[in-house]
């Protein structure tokens, strides 16, 4: 019953809207923290009475090809784990009923679109669910509606578009090649002997998706939107959006439809190696938090796709288990920002300083976050580089492991100015009235570090649980 994961939410947001407005927006924080839980849950249980095919009549409400397998199942649980955080960051940040109320219905279709993304084996159907996660997106950013926010929200919008066009004449192509949309008769198709429409075709499919990825070149909308957006839309942006529209959906359509040939992986590989440096280097220069952590993001996406573009079990893997930690240092990474921004009312690094004697829990979550981002053991995110790294040599791909590896170093080097600005340090007088973030966002930033620690901790036990079964994904 895949297609509950659609039909819930739509059918929760129906109710909360009902003349009853009132008395639901009481509601509304609950209900989607329950659809949330119950995700997360199915998702790492892979409950048998929930999937299996016996209630599939349920499946058919919805005209669309549903498939799951393990990479849907790591995905769905991104989701729901980044989807909670962002609801308790907006409970404690969002203080208008109204507001927030708002804000849930948004986050909820946006969690829509993106487990249809994760769910759908047929390229239209992804194609609408991307339009979903897109519109959504674009009002979220510009939420709370002053000029920074429908700045950022503008320029998301016009290179969506763009990416939007790019993608939909390339559906429209790939029909016409295939005669269906299914990725089964599509790869059927392009097994055929190529031609310039279908090169045309495949290049504009992947600049669609990277553009989606926010990758260089076509990462100018990220630091603006990252930045502008509402604190909870953030941790929202960085933790998942991206991945799950740009480069999830890339990596699902590379393995189901295109296939890895020579020529693609080096294209891979130099757009991620771009992308790594590019976005470390800028990083660097940052005085604002969160334009350091949407530069950070650039970066770190250059590692999954890079880690992709080796096309071997171990590169995939590897770029797949750093999608997911990427999914929960950023995230937690964001919350830090949402926790400082709430107390003190900016995201400028020049106005902080010491902020860990007054915010512990935030200063100590903020500490592991960067040491994953920056691939320190025995935290989740070493494990996930070094897999990339010796997927990349293994590959032959020598030049691109050692500046992975140096990349690596200047990850370090920017995260710990980043702490030494922000948390280390002499407090400054005028903040010495602060306190300790809000309770939920504090849980938050909890529950993300624990993450992070108990996956690096127990990676043996993640790895022949999570990602060995990613094995599925090359072989078929």
């Known amino acids: 019953m895949p297609s509950l994961l659609i039909l819930m939410p739509l059918i929760g947001i129906v109710i909360l809207n009902l003349p009853l407005k009132d008395i639901m927006r009481k509601f509304a924080f609950w209900f989607a923290l329950i659809l949330f839980v119950s995700q997360i849950l199915l998702a790492i249980s892979h409950h048998p009475i929930f999937w299996r095919n016996e209630f599939s009549h349920i499946d058919s409400f919805f005209k669309a090809d549903y498939s799951l397998d ?3 199942f790591i995905m769905l649980l991104c989701i729901g784990i980044v989807s909670i955080s962002t609801l308790l960051v907006a409970r404690n940040t969002i203080h208008d009923e109204k507001e927030r109320f708002k804000f849930i219905n948004l986050l909820i279709i946006a969690s829509i679109g993106m487990s249809g993304i994760v769910i759908v084996r047929d390229i239209f159907s992804l194609y609408v669910f991307l339009e979903v996660t897109a519109i959504s997106t674009f009002v979220l950013i510009a939420f709370e509606k002053d000029i920074y926010a429908l700045e950022g929200a503008f320029k998301y919008l016009i290179l969506s578009a763009v990416a939007t066009i790019m993608i939909l004449t390339s559906i429209a192509l790939l029909f016409m090649i ?3 949309t299914s990725f089964a ?3 059927e198709a392009l097994l055929l002997p190529n031609n310039n429409i279908v090169l ?6 992947i600049c669609g998706l990277l553009i989606k990825g926010g990758l260089v070149p076509f990462h100018a909308w990220v630091p603006d939107s990252y930045s502008s957006a509402p604190a909870a839309v953030s941790v929202l942006l960085g933790g998942i959006v991206t991945k799950v529209a740009g480069i999830y959906t890339l990596i699902r359509v590379l393995t189901a439809i295109l296939g890895f ?3 693609l992986k080096s294209t891979l590989l130099l757009i991620g190696t771009l992308s790594i440096l590019v976005g470390a280097f800028a990083a660097m220069g940052q005085n604002d938090m969160k334009r350091m952590l949407a530069y950070s993001s650039i970066s770190q996406v250059g590692y ?9 079990f171990l590169g995939i893997a590897g770029a797949i288990f750093h999608l997911f930690n990427h999914s929960i240092f950023k995230s937690l990474l964001f919350v830090n920002s949402a926790a400082v921004e709430t107390r003190l009312g900016t995201t400028d690094m020049d106005k902080m300083g010491g902020l860990s004697s007054k915010m512990p829990i935030t ?3 903020s500490v592991i976050g960067l040491l994953s981002a920056a691939g320190i053991p025995p935290l989740s995110g070493f494990w996930s580089k070094l897999m990339i790294i010796i997927a990349l040599w293994q590959s032959g791909s020598h030049a691109y492991s050692v500046i992975a590896i140096m990349a690596g170093v200047i ?4 995260l710990l100015v980043m702490q030494r600005r922000a948390f280390f340090g002499k407090l400054a007088k005028e903040n010495e009235h602060l306190k300790e973030a809000r309770p939920g966002i504090a849980t938050a930033s909890i529950i993300l570090a624990a993450i992070l620690v108990a996956s690096g901790i127990f990676f043996p036990f993640v790895f022949n649980t999570f990602i060995a079964p990613l094995q599925e994904l090359i072989t078929k």
Do not use: D, E
């Open 185 to 187: 008769a599509i790869r």
């Open 411 to 414: 990850t370090l080097a920017y």
């Open 304 to 312: 999954i796709v890079v880690g992709f573009g080796t096309g071997t």
């Open 178 to 180: 295939s005669g269906s």
């Open 70 to 72: 393990q990479l849907s």
């Open 363 to 365: 200063g100590a979550t």
């Open 200 to 205: 045309v075709t495949i290049g504009l499919l």
């Open 261 to 263: 040939s020579p020529a």
